[in-house]
């Protein structure tokens, strides 16, 4: 029997998000997206504990998770689903789709079942794969990529105990009961997400590990970003890039507005609050694909000394 932990997180749902499966400190796997949900994180962690174990698929699987959405969608709704053509009783489609889908497919000749653990309890699985899902959400948030971990070595973590056959998926322990279907698990990315989105980039560069790697300035920064600074002074990109450095003090980002300048633009601003200044900041942002996949990307910035 393979007993493994799956787990998602995302920092502001949708966001930056990860997934994580843990079965031990030398098999285990993360990954994530720059934008998703703590759903999607919760289905991708199962979909590729599924296929990663598949080489050992003459074991038993189960799948600790502490997501209710999880293991009803898998151990309750899903045959109802698939009769109605991937839709819900009320006609609705069913959202993660794909994922579900990609799923049941993983399932199929699977002898697997699921066992409820409540989250963020001491659960020493539980809590080893929520951590990588975290660290995988944060990674994105900081415009890297994470930790994939070592993966899933065939054999070498299946207790080999032969001759259980195929079994439809159940569901062990005891989560909450859930009466009928969700309405709305997650939904489609909407505009004031997307401004949440950029206030995560704009404070990530209050940071000391983005301040200090230059390939994650050269991801944020635009090509051709330039700053006008509080003290007079020009910066371009690489001049910034080259002389950036921690701040010496803790910086605190308080949010004065936000103004849409087009689709694919955005004005931000803020004040930058230490213990004993401050001052105020405007920042423009825009997204393109120059880097293989559209992210958000600092143009213009402009500081002015607050007045006490």
């Known amino acids: 029997m393979i007993i493994a932990a799956a787990d998602g997180s995302s920092l502001s749902n949708p966001g930056p998000a990860g997934w994580a499966w843990y079965i031990d400190d030398e098999h285990w796997a993360s990954g994530g997206w720059p934008r998703g949900t703590n759903n999607m994180g919760e289905l991708m962690a199962v979909l590729d504990l599924l296929r990663a174990t598949a080489v050992d698929a003459d074991q038993g699987l189960r799948i600790l998770c502490d997501s209710q959405y999880v293991i009803n969608s898998v151990t309750k709704w899903m045959p109802g689903w698939k009769r109605r053509g991937w839709r819900k009783k009320d006609g609705k489609p069913v959202l ?32 080893a794969a929520d951590a990588r899902a975290r660290a995988a959400a944060t990674a994105y948030q900081q415009h890297r990529e994470p930790d994939p971990g070592p993966g899933y070595r065939p054999g070498a973590a299946a207790d080999r105990t ?57 991801v944020l920064l635009h090509p051709d970003y330039v700053e006008y600074d509080a003290n007079g002074r020009i910066w371009t990109r690489s001049r910034l890039i080259a002389q950036i450095a921690p701040l010496e003090r803790e910086t605190r980002l308080e949010q004065l507005g936000a103004t849409r300048l087009g689709a694919d633009a955005v004005l931000l601003r803020w004040r930058a609050v230490t213990r004993t200044a401050s001052s105020l900041r405007s920042s423009v942002w825009v997204r393109d694909d120059a880097l293989g996949r559209p992210r958000w990307r600092l143009l213009f910035a402009q500081g002015t000394a607050a007045r006490s």
């Open 162 to 218: 032969a001759g259980r056959a195929p079994s439809a998926p159940s569901v062990l322990g005891a989560p909450d009961p859930v009466a009928a279907e969700p309405d709305l698990f997650s939904e489609p990315p909407r505009p004031r997400d997307e401004l949440a989105e950029v206030w995560d980039a704009e404070r990530s560069l209050l940071t000391a590990p983005v301040r200090s790697d230059q390939d994650l300035l050269r």
């Open 96 to 127: 993660n789709v794909k994922l579900l889908q990609a799923i049941d497919e993983a399932l199929e000749g699977r002898d697997v079942s699921f066992e409820w653990v409540k989250g963020h309890a001491g659960h020493r699985m539980n809590e």
